[in-house]
C-alpha cells in the first residue's frame, strides 16, 4: 500500500477530527488514521457495568509510574478519542491564561487569547455548545453556598448536549463517562467527523494505528509519510499529530530518535517534558433526603480566593454515585447514600515542571513511563489542598457531610502539555503555527500542544487550536 495524499492526520479525538473537518471541508486530500474502531452503537456505551464497574472500553495499555510501578492510564482508543466519553463541558479559557504566570510554574501560550476567540466561537458553533437550566437540588446547594458568604460564585456551564436529552433519563443521567447512543452529545466523531466523512477527498481508517513517521530519504527535517502497525505506508505532504499527549510525544521521539535529529534539534530536549493533567478530586456531598436532578452538571463554582480552581457538579445520578463509595460498606447501604449524595469534580490548574514527562520506553524498559510528581509543583499542590478542604468546610455549613478523593495518576482525562506550544525552541516544541520548530511539515493539533491548562476543561481550547492550524495550512500561510 503506498497512498499519497495532501494530510495525513494521526489520531481522531478533539484535535484530530476537528483538523479533520476543516482540512477535508476546503476540499484537501486528507488521511486519517485512528488506531480504535468506531463505537457500538447496541447500548453498551451506557451500560454502567460494562463502562465504569468492568471498564471495557478503556485502552488496556501498561505504563509506569515515576517509581517503575505498572499501572493503565484512563485512555481510550476509539474513532472520537476521549470525546466520545467526555462530560460535554466545553469552556473557554480566560484570556490572563495565555499568559505566563511563574509564580504558578505557568508557561505562556505564543498567541493570545483573541487569535483563537474566532475558532473558540467557531467550535462552539460546530459543536452546539449551549447552557441548561440548573436543575432544583443544584439550585438549593448553590444558593445556600453563596449565601453563607465564603465567596463560591455560580456561572452557567456550557455543554455540548441537545436539549432533547432530557427527554431521555438514561442518557441524561449518563453522558459524563459514557459515550452517546443517540447522538445527543456533541463529541468529535458526531459533530465534526459526519458533517464531512461523505467527502471523496476525506478518507477515514480505523483499526490503523501509526507505529512511525517517514523521513526524507535526503532530509530528515522532512517528513515524507507515516507507516502502520501492519506495515502499511501513506504519503502525504504534511503530517499532523494529533493521537493525544500521552502518545503524539512518542511517536515524535521515536522519529528523532531513529533520524539523528535528536542530537541536533533544539526543542529535542523538550518533547515528552511538562506534562499536566489537572490536580482533581472527586467530593461527595451527603444529605438526608434523596436527591432527584438528572444532569446535575449545569454549573461551574469559583471562587477568587482560589484563582485557579474550578468545581463542577459530576453528571452522575445515584446509582453510578454509589459506584464510587468505597466497597467497605455494603452495597445496599451504598447504594441509599448514592441516591442522597451529590458529586463534585475539583480541578486545579497544574503548571509546568520539565521533570513531568512522557518517556517512550526508558532504557529498554517493557513500557512507557510517566513520570509525573505533583512534588514538583507546590503551589497548585497547596492551592488545591485549600480547594478541597473550603469545599468540603462551606458544605458542612450548609448541611452536607462531604468525602473526597483525590484522583490518581491514571486519571489521564485531561492529559496534556508534553509537545508545548512557544517560541523558544529550547523549551517548546511547536512553534505559534502548530508545527514542531525546525521541521518543515509536521504539526501538532492534539492536547500535547497546552503550555497552560486553565482552571477549567480542556476540550474546547484543543478543538480550537485544531480549527486555527488547519485554517492556516490550507490558505498556505506556512507552505510545507
Ligand atoms: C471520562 C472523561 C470525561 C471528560 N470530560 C471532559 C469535559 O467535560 N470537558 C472537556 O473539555 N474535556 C473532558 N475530557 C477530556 C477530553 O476528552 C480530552 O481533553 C480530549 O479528548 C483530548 O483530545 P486529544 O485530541 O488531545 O486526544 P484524544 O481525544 O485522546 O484522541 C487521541 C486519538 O488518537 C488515537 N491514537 C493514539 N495513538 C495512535 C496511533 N499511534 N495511531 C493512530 N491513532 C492513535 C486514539 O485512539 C484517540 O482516538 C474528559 C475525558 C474523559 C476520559
Not at 117 to 122: G, I, M, N, V
Not at 194 to 217: H, K, W
Request: proline share 6%; aromatic share 8%; glycine share 8%.
Amino acid at each position: 500500500m503506498n497512498e499519497r495524499y495532501q494530510d495525513i492526520i494521526i489520531g481522531s479525538g478533539a484535535g484530530g477530527s476537528a483538523a479533520a473537518y476543516a482540512l477535508a471541508h476546503a476540499g484537501r486530500r486528507v488521511l486519517l488514521l485512528e488506531k480504535g474502531r468506531e463505537l457500538p452503537h447496541d447500548g453498551s456505551t451506557l451500560d454502567v457495568d460494562k463502562v465504569i464497574r468492568q471498564g471495557i472500553f478503556k485502552s488496556k495499555e501498561r505504563w509506569l509510574d515515576k517509581n517503575g510501578r505498572t499501572f493503565e492510564p484512563e485512555e481510550y482508543f476509539n474513532l472520537g478519542g476521549k470525546t466520545k466519553w467526555y462530560g460535554a463541558a466545553l469552556v473557554r479559557f480566560e484570556p490572563h491564561e495565555f499568559e505566563a504566570e511563574p509564580a504558578h510554574q505557568c508557561l505562556p501560550w505564543p498567541i493570545a487569547y483573541r487569535e483563537l476567540k474566532p475558532y473558540y466561537e467557531r467550535a462552539e458553533e460546530l459543536l452546539g455548545v449551549h447552557p441548561f437550566e440548573p436543575e432544583p437540588d443544584l439550585r438549593a446547594i448553590v444558593g445556600k453556598l453563596a449565601r453563607n458568604g465564603a465567596g463560591w460564585r455560580a456561572q452557567p456551564l456550557m455543554l455540548a448536549l441537545d436539549s432533547s436529552i432530557v427527554e431521555h433519563p438514561e442518557e441524561a443521567a449518563h453522558f459524563d463517562a459514557f459515550a452517546s447512543v443517540k447522538n445527543l452529545k456533541a463529541d468529535a466523531q458526531h459533530a465534526l467527523l459526519e458533517r464531512v466523512q461523505q467527502l471523496p477527498n476525506l478518507t477515514i481508517r480505523t483499526g490503523q494505528a501509526v507505529r512511525d513517521l517517514i523521513a526524507d530519504s535526503d532530509r530528515p527535517e522532512r517528513l515524507t509519510g507515516v507507516r502502520t502497525e501492519d506495515g502499511g505506508e501513506f504519503r502525504a505532504e504534511t503530517v499532523l499529530l494529533a493521537a493525544g499527549a500521552l502518545h503524539s510525544p512518542r511517536l515524535l521521539q521515536g522519529y528523532l530518535e531513529t533520524t539523528g535529529l535528536a542530537e541536533r534539534l533544539p526543542c529535542a530536549e523538550a518533547i515528552g517534558r511538562n506534562y499536566k493533567c489537572h490536580l482533581l478530586s472527586a467530593m461527595l456531598a451527603f444529605s438526608a433526603t434523596p436527591k432527584t436532578d438528572l444532569l446535575r452538571k449545569t454549573l461551574l463554582l469559583l471562587n477568587e480566593r482560589l484563582p485557579h480552581s474550578s468545581i463542577q457538579p459530576l453528571g452522575f445520578d445515584g446509582e453510578l454515585l454509589s459506584t464510587l463509595i468505597p466497597g467497605l460498606v455494603p452495597r445496599w447501604f451504598a447504594r441509599a447514600l448514592g441516591h442522597r449524595a451529590y458529586g463534585f469534580f475539583l480541578q486545579t490548574e497544574d503548571g509546568s515542571d520539565p521533570a513531568n514527562r512522557v518517556v517512550a520506553k526508558a532504557n529498554g524498559a517493557q513500557y512507557p513511563q510517566l513520570d509525573y510528581d505533583p512534588a514538583r509543583l507546590p503551589a497548585a499542590r497547596e492551592e488545591h489542598q485549600r480547594l478541597v478542604r473550603d469545599f468540603s468546610r462551606s458544605l458542612l455549613k450548609i448541611g452536607l457531610p462531604a468525602a473526597a478523593q483525590s484522583i490518581p495518576l491514571a486519571g489521564t482525562a485531561h492529559a496534556c502539555g508534553t509537545l508545548v506550544a512557544g517560541h523558544d525552541p529550547r523549551t517548546s516544541v511547536v512553534d505559534a503555527d502548530g508545527k514542531i520548530h525546525d521541521l518543515d511539515n509536521l504539526y501538532v493539533v492534539d492536547g500535547s500542544i497546552l503550555p497552560r491548562s486553565s482552571r477549567a476543561n480542556p476540550s474546547l481550547t484543543i478543538y480550537a487550536w485544531a480549527l486555527r492550524v488547519a485554517e492556516r495550512l490550507q490558505q498556505g500561510e506556512r507552505p510545507a
